[in-house]
């Protein structure tokens, strides 16, 4: 059952249209206006759009624009009205299926429709489709659009400046090392080296050294002076990965980094001056660890001086799309096996149609919950890649399992907002509202609406 975006600002004909479409099975969201078109394309991946160019506001070629930008996957079919046609060829130029003109006979849009999703069907082997990643959403190598994704890029780039030590929380794989060095990057340290230190990976023993170095025979085994990673980063950034799993007495030790700036290396009396910016990462819950005791309370102050918090993925469904063409541009290329240095690479990059995703498959991409955020979702895209062979387009057979059996969204024309919804309150005026299209189809007749001419029920009584 294909899902069909139609945008017209004429609600008579749009309602009729509508009407005609779902009695031939599909499944239409309606859009009254340029911005609400643009609103259902965000959290919605559709089969088909079918939008006329004239709107008030946002006209319809954005609209066209915006659609085919997001989801190169999709049909989409331009209205125009007079003097609209050189749009409509523009549009087509873009990625547009096809378009038809006003006034029209429903049976014209039905043919245009029908031959539109079939010649889709047939050219997903090899189609050349636009695609193209919005710049404009992302900072360095990081792409998101949602609300959190760009408040969060606006933080990065207010506080990368400073020298403010910098805390980031967040779930596995939402993204924190790269926050880290998208924080790196865009300093004035950006020349010095940004270094990284995996806590949790380090066995305790070792990390003393790791961390402020030794001298020669500072311990069995130290047979040279060792630089430790924190004069490494000496003009640059050290990155704290699993910061809460420091044992406490490191703590101490880095609690008078973070004051001073300086330490000794093991064995040694001489101390020593470091200008290095702090950047530690978590996905455990130090506030509840400072109260049970085992992280100190100190450190924690020192640390979190800018709380940089990131979104589970479940939470930002409309970073998916762009996620996944990121993942398919950088795995694409890798899996051609062309480096960018090489001299190879733009020809093969000219010559290999580029992969895209089925609509079915990017709805259930973005319905799955990421309990891994967005590391699962790249080896999902990567694990789809390797089924792909010879074909170019990704379906939903070529997802994992469990993202497979996410259940399809059937009211996708409700957002669920942040703040939440009345649920009683929309369940009982989408049953209003179908009973009255009930009625209206058989003719106020409330004995046949409610029989089943119209609805397929047996609980819901005809209301008087
Ligand atoms: N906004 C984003 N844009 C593009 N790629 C992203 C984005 N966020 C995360 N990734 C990618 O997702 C993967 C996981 O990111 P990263 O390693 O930074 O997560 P993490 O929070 O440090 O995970 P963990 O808690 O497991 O250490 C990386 O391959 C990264 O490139
Ligand atoms: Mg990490």
């Known amino acids: 059952m294909p899902y069909l975006l139609l945008v017209d600002d004429e609600e008579a004909l749009r309602s009729v249209v509508a009407e005609r479409l779902t009695d031939q099975g ?29 709107l008030p506001g946002v006209d319809g070629r954005q609209v066209i624009d915006a659609a085919l930008t997001r989801y190169p996957g999709i049909v989409a079919i331009v209205v125009t009205g007079y003097g609209t046609v050189k ?82 929380t967040g779930e596995t794989g939402t993204g924190k090392e790269m926050v880290a060095r998208a924080i790196h990057q865009t300093s004035p340290r950006h020349r010095g080296r940004f270094v990284a230190i995996n806590v949790s990976a380090i066995p305790e023993t070792l990390l003393d050294a790791e ?7 500072a311990f069995t085994g130290a047979v040279a002076m060792r630089q430790g990673r924190l004069e490494q980063a000496d003009g640059g950034t050290l990155f704290l990965d699993e910061v809460g799993t420091m044992p406490v007495a490191l703590q101490m030790k880095m609690l ?28 455990a819950d ?20 800018i709380a940089v918090h990131l979104t589970p993925l479940r939470e930002r469904p409309e970073d998916i799309p762009l996620l996944v063409q990121r993942f398919l541009e950088k795995l694409g290329s890798e899996r051609r096996g062309g480096s960018f240095l090489s001299a ?28 891994g955020n967005v590391r699962q979702l790249e080896n999902a895209i990567e694990r789809a890649l390797a089924l792909l062979g010879g074909r170019t387009q990704i379906e939903a057979a070529d997802l994992p399992p469990d993202v497979q059996a996410t259940a399809e969204v059937i009211t996708p024309m409700l957002d669920l907002p942040a703040e939440g919804i009345d649920l009683p309150a929309v369940v009982a005026q989408i049953e209003k509202d179908l009973i009255d299209r009930a009625l209206v189809r058989t003719g106020n007749n409330k004995g046949a609406a409610a029989r089943g001419a119209s609805l397929r029920v047996s609980r819901y009584q005809p209301r008087s």
């Open 26 to 54: 599909y499944q239409v969201v309606q859009a009254a206006s340029g911005e609400a078109a643009l609103q259902a394309l965000e959290g919605f991946a559709f089969d088909v759009i079918v939008s006329d160019l004239r």
């Open 87 to 168: 749009d409509a060829v523009d549009l087509i130029k873009l990625g547009a299926a096809d378009f038809i003109a006003k006034p029209f006979q429903f049976d014209e849009l039905m043919h245009v429709l029908t031959s539109a999703l079939e010649q889709r069907r047939l050219k997903s082997e090899n189609a050349y489709l636009h695609q193209q990643l919005d710049e404009r959403f992302g900072l360095g190598s990081m792409v998101g659009k949602s609300a959190p994704m760009r408040a969060l890029f606006q933080l990065i780039e207010t506080v990368a400046p400073t020298t403010a030590t910098i805390l980031i």
């Open 211 to 217: 961390l402020f170095g030794h001298v020669k025979g």
């Open 256 to 283: 008078r980094v973070l004051q001073e700036r300086e330490f000794e290396r093991i064995g040694d009396t001489r101390t020593i001056k470091v200008d290095v910016r702090i950047v530690a990462a978590t996905n």
């Open 286 to 305: 130090l506030m509840k660890m400072v109260r049970e005791g085992t992280f100190r309370e100190d450190l924690y102050y020192r640390l979190n001086v």
């Open 344 to 371: 190879e690479a733009p020809r093969a990059q000219a010559e290999d149609p580029p992969i895209t995703v089925a609509q079915e498959a990017m709805r259930r991409l973005m319905a799955f919950p990421w309990p």
